[in-house]
């Protein structure tokens, strides 16, 4: 399940004021030593997507990496957004003072 509080869905209707609305996809943008890192962006939506609509505005994820990922919260906070999930870093990943990276 994705959650947009509603900061968040106000901050994207904000975005797309005088603009077309298209789908917002939740991605997984990089893995390292910080653990799993979600980000947003525009994009098309696929046959292998998850969808869900807050104030008519689609949020678009992989269903396998909504899985993995649990419920994914969307939040505004001052200046951006903030994407939090369950997504765990990969096993045996120390972070970069233990000797392994998970890069």
Do not use: H, W
């Not at 077309?20 to 890192?37: H, K, M, Q």
């Not at 649990?70 to 990943?93: I, K, M, N, Q």
Request: charged share 25%.
């Amino acid at each position: 399940m994705i959650n947009v509080t509603k900061p968040a869905q106000e901050q994207v209707k904000i975005y797309f004021e005088g603009k077309e609305i298209t789908p917002i996809r939740i991605f997984l943008n990089s893995a390292g030593c910080g653990g799993p890192s979600l980000a947003m962006a525009l994009d098309e939506k696929k046959e292998t997507d998850a969808v869900f609509t807050f104030d008519d505005v689609e949020y678009i994820m992989d269903k396998d990496l909504l899985e993995k990922a649990g419920p994914v919260d969307v939040d505004f906070e001052g200046t951006g957004f903030r994407l939090e999930s369950s997504l765990e870093p990969p096993a045996g990943c120390t972070g970069c003072g233990g000797g392994t990276c998970c890069s």
